[in-house]
Protein backbone atom coordinates (compact mmCIF):
# COMPACT_ATOMS: atom_id res chain seq x y z
CA UNK A 1 0.00 0.00 0.00
CA UNK A 2 0.84 3.78 -0.72
CA UNK A 3 0.30 4.89 3.37
CA UNK A 4 1.90 3.59 7.03
CA UNK A 5 0.33 0.71 8.15
CA UNK A 6 0.17 -0.59 11.76
CA UNK A 7 -1.66 -4.01 13.17
CA UNK A 8 -3.78 -4.65 14.98
CA UNK A 9 -5.67 -2.02 14.70
CA UNK A 10 -6.91 -2.25 18.56
CA UNK A 11 -5.70 -4.74 20.99
CA UNK A 12 -7.21 -5.59 24.70
CA UNK A 13 -5.09 -7.19 26.91
CA UNK A 14 -4.83 -8.15 30.32
CA UNK A 15 -2.95 -6.12 32.80
CA UNK A 16 0.40 -7.78 33.05
CA UNK A 17 0.84 -9.15 29.48
CA UNK A 18 3.21 -8.51 27.07
CA UNK A 19 2.13 -6.41 23.92
CA UNK A 20 3.73 -6.24 20.52
CA UNK A 21 2.72 -3.33 18.02
CA UNK A 22 3.89 -3.36 14.31
CA UNK A 23 3.71 -0.47 12.39
CA UNK A 24 4.91 -0.85 8.46
CA UNK A 25 6.48 2.45 7.08
CA UNK A 26 5.85 4.14 3.39
CA UNK A 27 8.83 2.44 0.93
CA UNK A 28 11.76 4.93 0.50
CA UNK A 29 10.90 6.94 3.85
CA UNK A 30 14.38 6.79 6.20
CA UNK A 31 12.58 8.31 9.46
CA UNK A 32 10.51 6.40 11.96
CA UNK A 33 8.32 7.73 15.02
CA UNK A 34 6.43 6.31 17.18
CA UNK A 35 3.92 8.60 19.44
CA UNK A 36 1.36 7.65 22.33
CA UNK A 37 -1.78 9.65 22.22
CA UNK A 38 -3.87 9.29 25.49
CA UNK A 39 -7.65 9.91 25.26
CA UNK A 40 -8.08 13.68 24.63
CA UNK A 41 -4.70 14.20 24.80
CA UNK A 42 -1.47 15.66 22.82
CA UNK A 43 0.81 13.50 20.78
CA UNK A 44 3.31 12.02 23.20
CA UNK A 45 6.65 11.35 21.39
CA UNK A 46 8.16 7.59 22.18
CA UNK A 47 11.41 6.59 19.86
CA UNK A 48 12.91 8.01 16.87
CA UNK A 49 14.94 6.01 13.95
CA UNK A 50 16.65 7.12 11.47
CA UNK A 51 18.36 4.23 9.01
CA UNK A 52 21.07 2.49 10.52
CA UNK A 53 21.62 4.89 12.86
CA UNK A 54 21.14 4.26 16.88
CA UNK A 55 17.44 5.44 17.61
CA UNK A 56 16.40 8.30 19.57
CA UNK A 57 14.57 6.38 23.20
CA UNK A 58 14.47 9.78 25.21
CA UNK A 59 10.71 9.67 24.65
CA UNK A 60 10.55 5.61 26.32
CA UNK A 61 8.40 6.31 29.71
CA UNK A 62 9.47 2.86 30.78
CA UNK A 63 11.88 0.00 30.69
CA UNK A 64 8.73 -1.71 29.97
CA UNK A 65 8.86 -0.17 26.87
CA UNK A 66 10.72 -1.51 23.27
CA UNK A 67 11.25 -0.89 20.23
CA UNK A 68 13.52 -2.56 17.07
CA UNK A 69 13.59 -1.50 13.30
CA UNK A 70 15.64 -3.31 10.57
CA UNK A 71 16.97 -0.59 8.35
CA UNK A 72 14.31 1.32 6.69
CA UNK A 73 11.59 -1.40 6.90
CA UNK A 74 9.20 -2.94 9.80
CA UNK A 75 9.16 -1.40 13.24
CA UNK A 76 7.50 -3.22 16.62
CA UNK A 77 6.69 -1.64 19.59
CA UNK A 78 7.01 -4.10 22.60
CA UNK A 79 5.30 -3.33 26.31
CA UNK A 80 5.84 -5.87 28.74
CA UNK A 81 4.14 -6.56 31.89
CA UNK A 82 1.35 -3.98 30.49
CA UNK A 83 -0.47 -1.43 32.98
CA UNK A 84 -3.80 0.00 32.49
CA UNK A 85 -1.70 3.68 32.22
CA UNK A 86 -0.32 2.42 29.57
CA UNK A 87 -3.92 2.52 28.04
CA UNK A 88 -3.81 4.78 24.44
CA UNK A 89 -3.62 4.86 21.21
CA UNK A 90 -0.24 4.16 19.47
CA UNK A 91 0.75 5.62 16.01
CA UNK A 92 3.30 5.37 13.91
CA UNK A 93 4.58 7.86 11.52
CA UNK A 94 7.24 8.24 8.71
CA UNK A 95 8.86 10.74 6.88
CA UNK A 96 11.48 12.10 4.72
CA UNK A 97 14.33 14.05 4.61
CA UNK A 98 16.05 15.87 2.02
CA UNK A 99 19.14 17.56 2.43
CA UNK A 100 18.83 18.14 5.88
CA UNK A 101 15.36 19.34 5.75
CA UNK A 102 12.52 17.26 6.85
CA UNK A 103 9.12 16.98 5.13
CA UNK A 104 5.83 16.01 6.20
CA UNK A 105 5.15 13.19 8.20
CA UNK A 106 2.64 10.83 7.10
CA UNK A 107 0.50 8.96 9.89
CA UNK A 108 -0.40 5.31 10.40
CA UNK A 109 -3.83 4.58 11.45
CA UNK A 110 -2.83 3.72 15.01
CA UNK A 111 -2.84 0.65 17.68
CA UNK A 112 -5.62 1.42 20.23
CA UNK A 113 -4.78 -0.53 23.05
CA UNK A 114 -6.85 -1.18 26.15
CA UNK A 115 -5.35 -2.77 29.20
CA UNK A 116 -8.14 -4.14 31.80
CA UNK B 1 7.45 27.84 28.27
CA UNK B 2 5.96 25.21 25.95
CA UNK B 3 8.17 24.70 22.82
CA UNK B 4 4.59 24.51 20.49
CA UNK B 5 1.59 26.65 21.98
CA UNK B 6 -1.82 26.68 20.49
CA UNK B 7 -5.23 28.23 22.14
CA UNK B 8 -7.63 24.90 22.94
CA UNK B 9 -10.45 26.46 21.95
CA UNK B 10 -12.93 25.14 20.71
CA UNK B 11 -14.14 27.56 18.40
CA UNK B 12 -17.53 27.34 17.40
CA UNK B 13 -18.42 28.84 14.14
CA UNK B 14 -21.40 29.55 11.95
CA UNK B 15 -21.08 27.59 8.68
CA UNK B 16 -19.56 30.24 5.63
CA UNK B 17 -17.62 31.93 8.33
CA UNK B 18 -13.78 32.83 8.66
CA UNK B 19 -12.04 31.52 11.61
CA UNK B 20 -7.98 31.92 11.92
CA UNK B 21 -5.84 30.23 14.36
CA UNK B 22 -2.64 31.11 15.86
CA UNK B 23 0.20 29.01 17.12
CA UNK B 24 3.70 30.23 18.30
CA UNK B 25 6.89 28.49 19.10
CA UNK B 26 9.99 29.07 20.88
CA UNK B 27 12.56 27.83 19.20
CA UNK B 28 14.04 30.27 16.38
CA UNK B 29 16.07 27.58 14.41
CA UNK B 30 13.11 25.56 13.31
CA UNK B 31 12.77 24.93 9.72
CA UNK B 32 9.83 23.18 8.85
CA UNK B 33 6.12 24.41 9.82
CA UNK B 34 3.39 22.42 9.73
CA UNK B 35 -0.75 21.97 10.02
CA UNK B 36 -2.26 19.02 10.36
CA UNK B 37 -5.77 17.70 10.78
CA UNK B 38 -7.43 15.49 13.43
CA UNK B 39 -10.92 13.60 13.40
CA UNK B 40 -12.09 12.30 16.87
CA UNK B 41 -10.40 9.03 17.32
CA UNK B 42 -8.40 9.46 14.19
CA UNK B 43 -4.84 9.94 13.00
CA UNK B 44 -3.40 13.63 12.35
CA UNK B 45 -3.82 13.88 8.82
CA UNK B 46 -1.52 16.40 6.97
CA UNK B 47 -3.58 19.74 5.94
CA UNK B 48 -0.60 22.03 4.70
CA UNK B 49 2.91 22.48 4.89
CA UNK B 50 3.93 26.45 5.59
CA UNK B 51 6.10 28.47 3.33
CA UNK B 52 8.13 31.54 4.63
CA UNK B 53 6.40 33.03 1.81
CA UNK B 54 2.75 31.94 2.56
CA UNK B 55 0.54 29.40 0.90
CA UNK B 56 -3.08 28.68 -0.27
CA UNK B 57 -4.92 25.81 -0.97
CA UNK B 58 -8.38 26.53 -1.65
CA UNK B 59 -9.95 27.86 1.87
CA UNK B 60 -7.23 27.35 3.56
CA UNK B 61 -4.11 30.29 3.93
CA UNK B 62 -1.10 29.60 5.89
CA UNK B 63 1.88 32.14 7.13
CA UNK B 64 4.80 32.10 8.71
CA UNK B 65 5.95 35.21 10.84
CA UNK B 66 9.68 34.17 11.69
CA UNK B 67 10.13 37.61 13.45
CA UNK B 68 7.34 36.75 15.70
CA UNK B 69 7.74 33.03 15.76
CA UNK B 70 4.16 32.55 14.76
CA UNK B 71 2.10 30.55 12.20
CA UNK B 72 -1.38 30.72 11.41
CA UNK B 73 -4.10 29.36 9.56
CA UNK B 74 -6.99 31.02 7.67
CA UNK B 75 -10.22 28.97 6.97
CA UNK B 76 -12.56 31.05 4.88
CA UNK B 77 -16.49 30.02 4.15
CA UNK B 78 -16.25 27.46 6.68
CA UNK B 79 -17.92 23.66 6.09
CA UNK B 80 -19.25 21.19 8.54
CA UNK B 81 -16.87 19.21 7.89
CA UNK B 82 -14.01 21.19 9.00
CA UNK B 83 -15.25 20.28 12.17
CA UNK B 84 -11.76 18.66 14.04
CA UNK B 85 -9.00 19.58 15.92
CA UNK B 86 -5.82 21.29 14.12
CA UNK B 87 -2.17 20.82 15.23
CA UNK B 88 0.37 23.28 14.99
CA UNK B 89 3.80 21.06 14.37
CA UNK B 90 7.23 22.27 14.19
CA UNK B 91 10.75 20.92 13.63
CA UNK B 92 12.80 21.02 16.43
CA UNK B 93 16.26 21.90 14.52
CA UNK B 94 16.61 18.40 13.50
CA UNK B 95 14.61 15.34 13.35
CA UNK B 96 11.72 16.15 16.15
CA UNK B 97 8.55 17.17 15.21
CA UNK B 98 6.94 19.39 18.21
CA UNK B 99 3.13 19.09 17.82
CA UNK B 100 1.09 21.61 19.82
CA UNK B 101 -1.71 20.57 21.40
CA UNK B 102 -4.20 21.21 18.86
CA UNK B 103 -7.55 23.88 18.41
CA UNK B 104 -10.71 22.18 18.55
CA UNK B 105 -12.89 23.54 15.66
CA UNK B 106 -16.91 23.12 15.67
CA UNK B 107 -18.53 24.56 12.52
CA UNK B 108 -22.45 24.79 13.47
CA UNK B 109 -25.05 24.44 11.40
Known amino acids: GAGVSQSPSNKVTEKGKDVELRCDPI?????LYWYRQRLGQGLEFLIY????????KSGLPSDRFSAERTGESVSTLTIQRTQQEDSAVYLC??????????????FGPGTRLTVT | RKEVEQDPGPFNVPEGATVAFNCTYS??????FFWYRQDCRKEPKLLMS???SGNEDGRFTAQLNRASQYISLLIRDSKLSDSATYLC??????????FGTGTRLKVLA
Open chain 1, 93 to 106: ATSLSLAGVWGEQY
Open chain 1, 27 to 31: SGHTA
Open chain 1, 49 to 56: FQGNSAPD
Open chain 2, 27 to 32: NSASQS
Open chain 2, 50 to 52: VYS
Open chain 2, 89 to 98: VVTSGTYKYI
